[in-house]
């Protein structure tokens, strides 16, 4: 008779009672917000930032299985719980355990871009017995944003502008976070749903440095899927349909009209987004229309233009639309927005949103507080890091590897800590610091030997 190994029999014990507990995606107990694609609806698709899902559970613990290189933060009943950083492979991540045995409201949020693969949602796993609760309905109030870096919150938790080439793609991965750009942070306060349809360095008429001419950003704004458009040329179309906001928020020519030149021609550049809003008139009817515009070196058209098409439109007898201009200190990596300039940005928005709309914002614009004010010392010798300069309160110090994979994670109190990090032969470290009244709000700083 044929004998089975015993770690075998054991790892079949365990996959089975997985199995009974195992979540499909297309459980009408999950929630989907943004734009996926359904084709295999036991592994939804998705790219474009900021997407995210909701559910009810019950139980002590649950987890996720997910495939395809991105990064998301996990909240649970309104609180962080972790930050998944799935490398490609479909693998299984904790979202949270050792929870009161009861219902709890799940969210999971992408963080990250990720233009050159789709990435899956595959179900979730609770504890044997337990089940997924009907979810409460989603809110009626609807945002869309649509447009660049800046709406995807490029690099928005790093703390410096510039880093060594050599880190930079990394750093990058691991710091942008969609959901605290402002469009997001404007979207909570009312609490509506929204999508954030964004591709960092694209255009309207040209792209960042006329790179990859021919596929500005509409290109992609009407498929389901940005990296099969990259990829193969082909993705589902969006229907677009599915899903009507009352709001649409347009921040699109900031790589219209950035350095190097040659640059986009006003005129085409004025022509192209009329015809823009048109379209979007034309989707959504009776939408209101929201045009925000910053100040772009060294052409500063982008303010003059978007601020003559909206005075145009509302010339002609269009009362659907308003004018935003708002101003960043872009300390983030490249030269990109901070938190505290996306905080900035969504309290002005909330103003316009109001007065477009009537609505009555649910809460305020969140603060980030004095963790805007931490300049720590960084120190990595030899597998020790020190950590200086952090003040008399109590913080939250995580040590991530330059692929995002999390280290150490752990509360401080006092103005300096001292760790090891065993195991890592690595030449750098990612910080990130945060406050325990919430720890969504992080910055995020590099260590290097």
Same mark, same amino acid.
């Given at each position: 008779?044929?004998?089975?190994?015993?770690?075998?029999?054991?790892?079949?014990?365990?996959?089975?009672?997985?199995?009974?507990?195992?979540?499909?995606?297309?459980?009408?107990?999950?929630?989907?917000?943004?734009?996926?694609?359904?084709?295999?609806?036991?592994?939804?698709?998705?790219?474009?930032?900021?997407?995210?899902?909701?559910?009810?559970?019950?139980?002590?613990?649950?987890?996720?299985?997910?495939?395809?290189?991105?990064?998301?933060?996990?909240?649970?009943?309104?609180?962080?719980?972790?930050?998944?950083?799935?490398?490609?492979?479909?693998?299984?991540?904790?979202?949270?355990?050792?929870?009161?045995?009861?219902?709890?409201?799940?969210?999971?949020?992408?963080?990250?871009?990720?233009?050159?693969?789709?990435?899956?949602?595959?179900?979730?796993?609770?504890?044997?017995?337990?089940?997924?609760?009907?979810?409460?309905?989603?809110?009626?109030?609807?945002?869309?944003?649509?447009?660049?870096?800046?709406?995807?919150?490029?690099?928005?938790?790093?703390?410096?502008?510039?880093?060594?080439?050599?880190?930079?793609?990394?750093?990058?991965?691991?710091?942008?976070?969609?959901?605290?750009?402002?469009?997001?942070?404007?979207?909570?306060?009312?609490?509506?749903?929204?999508?954030?349809?964004?591709?960092?360095?694209?255009?309207?008429?040209?792209?960042?440095?006329?790179?990859?001419?021919?596929?500005?950003?509409?290109?992609?704004?009407?498929?389901?899927?940005?990296?099969?458009?990259?990829?193969?040329?082909?993705?589902?179309?969006?229907?677009?349909?599915? &899903?009507? *906001?009352?709001?649409? %928020? /347009?921040?699109? +020519?900031?790589?219209?009209?950035?350095? =190097?030149?040659?640059?986009?021609? @006003?005129?085409?550049?004025?022509?192209?987004?009329?015809?823009?809003?048109?379209?979007?008139?034309?989707?959504?009817?009776?939408?209101?229309?929201?045009?925000?515009?910053?100040?772009?070196?060294?052409?500063?058209?982008?303010?003059?233009?978007?601020?003559?098409?909206?005075?145009?439109?509302?010339?002609?007898?269009?009362?659907?639309?308003?004018?935003?201009?708002?101003?960043?200190?872009?300390?983030?990596?490249?030269?990109?927005?901070?938190?505290?300039?996306?905080?900035?940005?969504?309290?002005?928005?909330?103003?316009?949103?109001?007065?477009?709309?009537? &609505?009555? *914002?649910?809460?305020? %614009? /969140?603060?980030? +507080?004095?963790?805007?004010?931490?300049? =720590?010392?960084?120190?990595?010798? @030899?597998?020790?890091?020190?950590?200086?300069?952090?003040?008399?309160?109590?913080?939250?110090?995580?040590?991530?590897?330059?692929?995002?994979?999390?280290?150490?994670?752990?509360?401080?109190?006092?103005?300096?800590?001292?760790?090891?990090?065993?195991?890592?032969?690595?030449?750098?470290?990612?910080?990130?610091?945060?406050?325990?009244?919430?720890?969504?709000?992080?910055?995020?700083?590099?260590?290097?030997?």
């Amino acid at each position: 008779m044929k004998t089975i190994p015993l770690n075998l029999c054991l790892a079949a014990l365990l996959f089975m009672v997985d199995c009974t507990n195992f979540i499909r995606s297309d459980d009408p107990g999950i929630q989907y917000f943004g734009r996926f694609d359904f084709s295999n609806p036991e592994a939804p698709g998705f790219d474009w930032p900021g997407v995210y899902i909701k559910a009810r559970f019950e139980g002590t613990s649950c987890r996720a299985v997910l495939s395809g290189k991105n990064r998301y933060d996990a909240y649970v009943d309104g609180q962080l719980q972790s930050t998944i950083t799935v490398s490609a492979e479909k693998d299984t991540f904790t979202i949270a355990e050792k929870l009161e045995d009861r219902a709890h409201d799940l969210l999971l949020t992408k963080r990250s871009e990720s233009n050159l693969e789709t990435s899956h949602f595959h179900g979730f796993i609770l504890d044997r017995g337990k089940k997924l609760l009907e979810p409460p309905e989603a809110p009626e109030r609807k945002i869309e944003f649509i447009g660049d870096s800046h709406s995807a919150g490029y690099g928005n938790e790093f703390t410096s502008r510039e880093v060594s080439a050599a880190l930079h793609d990394h750093v990058c991965f691991v710091s942008t976070n969609t959901s605290l750009s402002y469009g997001p942070v404007a979207a909570r306060a009312f609490g509506a749903q929204y999508q954030v349809n964004a591709y960092s360095g694209r255009g309207l008429v040209r792209n960042y440095a006329n790179e990859m001419p021919g596929k500005e950003l509409s290109y992609y704004y009407q498929k389901t899927l940005i990296s099969q458009m990259n990829l193969t040329g082909k993705s589902p179309d969006w229907d677009f349909s599915s &899903w009507i *906001p009352q709001v649409v %928020v /347009v921040n699109i +020519g900031i790589n219209d009209f950035q350095d =190097p030149p040659p640059y986009t021609d @006003s005129s085409v550049y004025v022509s192209r987004y009329r015809a823009f809003i048109s379209s979007i008139r034309s989707r959504y009817p009776g939408v209101k229309i929201i045009c925000a515009a910053t100040s772009v070196w060294p052409t500063n058209l982008m303010t003059r233009l978007v601020d003559g098409i909206v005075k145009r439109e509302k010339a002609e007898g269009h009362d659907d639309i308003w004018y935003m201009e708002y101003r960043s200190s872009n300390t983030a990596l490249d030269w990109h927005p901070s938190l505290k300039d996306h905080r900035a940005m969504a309290v002005n928005l909330v103003k316009i949103i109001k007065e477009a709309t009537g &609505w009555e *914002p649910l809460k305020s %614009v /969140v603060s980030y +507080g004095a963790v805007e004010d931490v300049a =720590p010392t960084l120190s990595f010798k @030899s597998g020790s890091l020190t950590i200086g300069g952090l003040g008399d309160s109590v913080q939250y110090v995580q040590v991530f590897d330059m692929a995002g994979k999390l280290l150490k994670d752990t509360r401080i109190s006092g103005d300096q800590v001292e760790m090891t990090i065993d195991n890592y032969s690595g030449n750098a470290l990612l910080v990130s610091i945060s406050r325990p009244e919430d720890r969504s709000i992080r910055r995020l700083f590099v260590a290097e030997q």
